[in-house]
């Protein structure tokens, strides 16, 4: 038997009526029974909550028992009477009690006094007065991270001040770092990460999450990257997904990033069990480690085994192979890691997390990978928890408050300029021509950027499925222009719109341009291409031996299956 609620002392005028509450957890029925302080059974205590009506101070205890003669013992709590008549200087009732918010929520703390004259309230904190809060109940709604700290508030007359016990509260988080790779250097390209790191983003946001996606990053850009996402992590939701190239070595899982030699060393790649053990120092409430990409041992190492920091569990880790290659499928157009494309169809559910993963492990019995593929999931968690705790996102930052650009008109001509992030180091800006005077015809509208950055994603065979990311009826732009790989960025970037159009009057063409400077955006200001000195640069690296987890070839047919990562 587990209490999971104790009683907590109160303090109030005489013949007032009182509430005292224990809960517990066991198995079977759970029986009470409240005892006062000369161990005589209370009348009627014989439920979780003992209402009395208080006319003397008193201290009460709970006894919980099962059917199984299995019993515990709740905390002393006093219930101490005050007679106001005779005392008119405030006396503290209800103390506040600590908290963990989620960013977003409603903050709710609450005291209560009673006095001759009628108390004052006024609410601090971290030792600052809150000069619009002095009621005996401090709400906040939307809470955010400035909003944490320690929390007491003054109550007062003119006889007396009194001081509340300062309680702490903590504001949690829900935070995602996707990573894809796709575009290697030295190793064949695949295809499936960018629509599973879109489209994955885009569920986790739905349930609430900070995501930050990134697509073909160094080895350097992702040890940075997952530094600054350690740095977030306290006691919040925490999830770390990754799809591309990867493989078992000695017992540790590598990712490989997009600059890795051929052949690669562990030393060019990132360890798995680095950023696990880098998560479950943080002490989060959950951590959650999705790989998607191939885990090929190489012959003589021993299994990988991911054991927690600590007793108390609080990762859940989901692998999307045991041994074997991981694959994608190409359908339609369309390419995505079979693993998450189960992920996705079950992240939804309303479940705890280690359910949706076991529902995402019928991937073994696809067609297409049946006997090849089996996800792996293990977990050290103690208590059930869900991705799809309600976390209300408004004013997160998350938003990474893009300016909505509206140039002055040119020649009469009026263009606007907006921008979209497809991921957290790709963005696009979209030119369209909203009015044209009677004078002006043919006009068009050509979008450009310095410095010069190359779309990736328009080489062949890669813009189908970038392209149909960016398909929006209402939208109707008469330009894109992709701005890729943010994370390189060391100087800021500018706009350049030239607009092309001929004067009826003269049938003249003309061309008028604006520039303007969009700063640093997305994650270009994160200065991942720096790199860190303090990092312990030393590895055992050793080649890998096996080359099982790259895909050597992929054919054109509609659905097929091919080793991805």
């Given at each position: 038997?587990?209490i999971?609620?104790?009683?907590?002392?109160?303090?109030?005028?005489?013949n007032?009526?009182?509430?005292?509450?224990?809960?517990?957890?066991?198995?079977?029925?759970?029986?009470?029974?409240?005892?006062?302080?000369?161990?005589?059974?209370?009348?009627?205590?014989?439920?979780?909550?003992?209402?009395?009506?208080?006319?003397?101070?008193?201290?009460y205890?709970?006894?919980?028992?099962?059917?199984?003669?299995?019993?515990?013992?709740?905390?002393?709590?006093?219930?101490?009477?005050l007679?106001?008549?005779?005392?008119?200087?405030?006396?503290?009732?209800?103390?506040?009690k600590?908290?963990t918010?989620?960013?977003?929520?409603?903050?709710?703390?609450?005291?209560?006094?009673?006095?001759?004259?009628?108390?004052?309230y006024?609410?601090?904190?971290?030792?600052?007065?809150?000069?619009?809060?002095?009621?005996?109940i401090l709400?906040?709604?939307?809470?955010?991270?400035?909003?944490?700290?320690s929390?007491?508030?003054?109550?007062s007359?003119?006889?007396?001040?009194?001081?509340?016990?300062?309680?702490?509260i903590?504001?949690?988080?829900?935070?995602?770092?996707?990573?894809?790779?796709?575009?290697?250097?030295?190793?064949?390209?695949?295809m499936?990460?960018?629509?599973?790191?879109?489209?994955?983003?885009?569920?986790?946001?739905?349930?609430?999450?900070?995501?930050?996606?990134?697509?073909?990053?160094?080895?350097?850009?992702?040890?940075?990257?997952?530094?600054?996402?350690?740095?977030?992590?306290?006691?919040?939701?925490?999830?770390?997904?990754?799809?591309?190239?990867?493989?078992?070595h000695?017992?540790?899982?590598?990712?490989?990033?997009v600059?890795?030699?051929?052949?690669?060393?562990?030393?060019?790649?990132?360890?798995?069990?680095?950023?696990m053990?880098?998560?479950?120092?943080r002490q989060?409430?959950?951590?959650v480690?999705?790989?998607?990409t191939?885990?090929?041992?190489?012959?003589?190492?021993i299994?990988?085994?991911?054991?927690?920091?600590?007793?108390?569990?609080?990762?859940?880790?989901?692998?999307a192979c045991e041994?074997?290659?991981?694959?994608?499928?190409?359908?339609?157009?369309?390419s995505?890691?079979?693993?998450?494309?189960?992920?996705?169809?079950?992240?939804?559910?309303?479940?705890?997390?280690?359910?949706?993963?076991e529902r995402?492990?019928?991937?073994?019995?696809?067609?297409?990978?049946?006997?090849?593929?089996?996800?792996?999931?293990?977990?050290?968690?103690?208590?059930?928890?869900?991705?799809?705790?309600?976390?209300?996102?408004?004013?997160?930052?998350?938003?990474?408050?893009?300016?909505?650009?509206?140039?002055r008109?040119?020649?009469?001509?009026?263009?606007?300029?907006?921008?979209?992030?497809?991921f957290?180091?790709?963005?696009?800006?979209?030119?369209?021509?909203k009015?044209?005077?009677?004078?002006t015809?043919?006009?068009?509208?050509?979008?450009?950027?310095?410095?010069?950055?190359?779309d990736?994603?328009?080489?062949?065979?890669?813009?189908e499925?970038?392209?149909?990311?960016?398909?929006?009826?209402?939208?109707?732009p008469d330009?894109?222009l992709?701005?890729?790989?943010?994370?390189?960025?060391k100087?800021?970037?500018?706009?350049k719109?030239?607009?092309?159009?001929t004067n009826?009057?003269?049938?003249?063409?003309?061309?008028?341009?604006?520039?303007?400077?969009?700063?640093k955006?997305?994650?270009?200001?994160?200065?991942?291409?720096?790199?860190?000195?303090?990092?312990?640069?030393?590895?055992?690296g050793?080649?890998?031996?096996?080359?099982?987890?790259?895909?050597?070839s992929?054919?054109?047919?509609?659905?097929?299956?091919?080793?991805?990562?």
């Amino acid at each position: 038997i587990v209490i999971v609620r104790h009683p907590v002392s109160v303090c109030v005028p005489v013949n007032h009526k009182v509430t005292l509450r224990v809960r517990a957890e066991g198995k079977g029925i759970l029986s009470y029974q409240w005892f006062s302080e000369d161990e005589k059974e209370v009348p009627g205590g014989t439920q979780a909550d003992l209402t009395i009506r208080a006319s003397k101070t008193q201290r009460y205890v709970c006894r919980v028992n099962d059917h199984f003669h299995n019993y515990v013992f709740s905390e002393w709590v006093k219930v101490k009477v005050l007679d106001i008549d005779k005392q008119g200087e405030p006396h503290i009732a209800i103390n506040p009690k600590p908290d963990t918010v989620q960013l977003g929520t409603k903050l709710s703390l609450r005291c209560a006094a009673f006095g001759i004259p009628t108390p004052h309230y006024q609410w601090y904190r971290n030792g600052q007065p809150l000069l619009d809060k002095t009621s005996d109940i401090l709400q906040i709604d939307g809470v955010t991270a400035e909003h944490g700290g320690s929390y007491l508030c003054s109550i007062s007359n003119v006889l007396e001040e009194r001081w509340t016990e300062p309680v702490d509260i903590n504001i949690t988080d829900k935070v995602a770092l996707l990573i894809g790779n796709l575009n290697y250097s030295c190793h064949p390209g695949l295809m499936a990460p960018v629509m599973d790191v879109h489209e994955l983003g885009n569920l986790l946001q739905q349930l609430g999450f900070r995501v930050v996606s990134l697509l073909d990053l160094t080895r350097q850009e992702m040890m940075a990257a997952i530094d600054k996402f350690i740095q977030l992590l306290d006691r919040g939701v925490y999830l770390f997904y990754y799809a591309g190239h990867g493989y078992e070595h000695a017992g540790r899982n590598y990712l490989v990033a997009v600059d890795a030699p051929q052949p690669y060393q562990t030393k060019n790649c990132v360890c798995v069990q680095r950023v696990m053990n880098q998560m479950q120092e943080r002490q989060t409430a959950m951590s959650v480690i999705l790989l998607d990409t191939c885990r090929k041992y190489n012959q003589g190492c021993i299994p990988s085994v991911i054991k927690s920091l600590r007793p108390n569990g609080n990762t859940v880790y989901g692998y999307a192979c045991e041994d074997a290659e991981a694959y994608e499928v190409q359908d339609g157009g369309k390419s995505t890691g079979i693993f998450t494309k189960y992920l996705n169809k079950h992240i939804l559910q309303e479940a705890k997390v280690t359910h949706v993963l076991e529902r995402v492990s019928e991937v073994g019995k696809d067609p297409l990978v049946t006997g090849k593929q089996a996800v792996e999931i293990k977990h050290t968690m103690k208590e059930p928890r869900s991705l799809k705790d309600k976390v209300r996102t408004a004013g997160h930052t998350r938003e990474l408050h893009l300016r909505d650009v509206c140039w002055r008109q040119a020649n009469g001509v009026k263009v606007e300029v907006s921008f979209s992030a497809l991921f957290s180091n790709v963005l696009v800006a979209f030119a369209t021509i909203k009015t044209t005077p009677d004078q002006t015809q043919d006009c068009t509208v050509m979008l450009s950027s310095n410095p010069a950055m190359e779309d990736i994603f328009s080489r062949p065979g890669r813009s189908e499925d970038m392209d149909s990311l960016l398909l929006n009826e209402t939208l109707n732009p008469d330009c894109t222009l992709r701005l890729c790989s943010l994370q390189k960025l060391k100087e800021s970037v500018v706009l350049k719109v030239d607009l092309h159009y001929t004067n009826k009057d003269s049938n003249l063409r003309h061309t008028e341009s604006q520039q303007v400077d969009i700063g640093k955006p997305l994650v270009a200001s994160c200065k991942l291409y720096r790199e860190n000195h303090t990092r312990d640069k030393k590895t055992n690296g050793a080649t890998a031996q096996t080359t099982g987890n790259i895909s050597h070839s992929k054919s054109q047919q509609h659905q097929n299956l091919a080793p991805s990562h």
